[in-house]
């Protein structure tokens, strides 16, 4: 029996690609962020992006990275994709992640401490000729905690 001959990509294929190469944009941001490699970061920005961090809105890319380039300010810092969900229209998206936050830091007096945080990423998403870029991102804290390191 001849096979269908098929002029379009299967939606449902191009779907689940479309949501790997999100969660991958994502995941990229994360790795990059937790190695301080802030030109990589840039990467997964539209131009003209917009972020919010717990408040505090960033405009173009210069802008956020200047933001997330606070992490070299942290001994380390490390951050967990936990729950992730995005819905797709066409060449835009919409996703939620939760992700864990660990950052490790001096109090100034020479002990450390460490700042745990439960925080939700809302991004929105545009698909370009070269892959999916963050446009726009709003983080929330949802909890978060302080804990003195004992050795």
Sequence with gaps: ???KKQTQPDSTLTTLLDRQAIREVLTAYFSHANALRFDAVAACFAPDAVGTYRGDKRIGVKAIVDKVSGLKTRKSSMHVMGTH?????????????VVFEYLRADDGSGKDFDMISCLRYNDKLTKTEGGWLIQERVVTPHWGRLEAVTK
């Design 1 to 3: 029996m001849p096979q």
């Design 85 to 97: 969900s995005a819905t797709l229209e066409g060449n835009t998206a919409t996703t939620e992640t």
